[in-house]
């Protein structure tokens, strides 16, 4: 049974470029989370995606945006990268979209921003 | 306000000690879930336990054990005869029904190191 992926594992990119963190979630589910986890902290909620729709959304940047595909796969995207924004970023699935379900996360993707 | 505190930043037991991990909570909602999630240095969350607003019955698998009081709005982590493959980050989070729709609210974490 395959579990939460993402792709890259590490990432450098200079401040001002874009990235695009991708995210395949555990078979049977259908709904994606992102999270950003600083050094030393918890992770923060990012956005969610369920039916290839932004359900909710953290207290983030519009610089900060993503997609579902058909398939349940997602992508976070984020422009004009900022030094803070360097950070572990986890994606997790879960079944329906509803609270309370537990979210199954990915090893992450470590982006470093020079 | 949603909110969730763990007060210990870092533990640091030998082995075969019981160690507690302490999760307070701020919710105003009456329906919500709590979780426990363990974080090793590899980076990927493991998910541990999670217990609804109306379970108040603690629960002990293996090792581990729950502790959820309304009342004091904790919910705490007992590992006992703790091992050094317990050396993680562990993170307690909080899921409000409909304040936070079912996102998942983290505290900042608990490192624990059990030394041999």
């Known amino acids: 049974d395959a579990g939460v992926t993402q792709s890259p594992t590490h990432l450098i990119k200079t401040r001002g470029q874009q990235v695009t963190l991708r995210c395949s979630p555990k078979?049977?589910?259908?709904?994606v989370s992102w999270y950003q986890q600083a050094l030393g902290q918890g992770p923060q909620f990012i956005f969610q995606?369920?039916?290839?729709?932004?359900?909710q959304r953290g207290n983030f940047p519009d610089r900060f945006s993503g997609h579902q595909f058909p398939n349940y796969s997602s992508e976070l995207n984020v422009n004009a990268l900022l030094l803070g924004d360097s950070a572990l970023y986890l994606c997790?699935?879960?079944?329906?979209?509803?609270?309370?379900?537990?979210?199954?996360f990915g090893p992450g993707t470590r982006l470093t921003v020079t | 306000a949603q909110k969730v505190t763990q007060a210990q930043t870092e533990i640091s037991v030998v082995e075969k000690e019981d160690v507690t991990l302490d999760c307070v909570y701020e919710?105003?909602?009456?329906?919500?879930?709590l979780f426990w999630y363990k974080q090793p240095p590899s980076g990927e969350l493991v998910f541990l336990i999670r217990?609804?607003?109306?379970?108040?019955q603690n629960e002990i698998s293996g090792r581990y054990s729950w502790n959820f009081q309304k009342s004091t709005s904790s919910f705490n982590f007992t590992i006992t005869a703790s091992q050094v493959v317990d050396s993680a980050v562990y993170f307690c989070?909080?899921?409000?029904?409909?304040?936070?729709?079912?996102?998942?609210?983290f505290g900042k974490g608990t490192k624990l190191s059990v030394k041999p």
């Open positions: 997790a699935s879960s079944l329906g979209g509803i609270g309370g379900r537990e979210q199954y």
């Open positions: 078979s049977g589910h259908d709904t």
């Open positions: 995606y369920y039916e290839e729709e932004e359900r």
């Open positions: 919710t105003r909602d009456t329906t919500y879930y």
């Open positions: 217990r609804n607003s109306f379970d108040e």
């Open positions: 989070a909080l899921s409000e029904w409909e304040g936070s729709q079912g996102n998942l609210i």
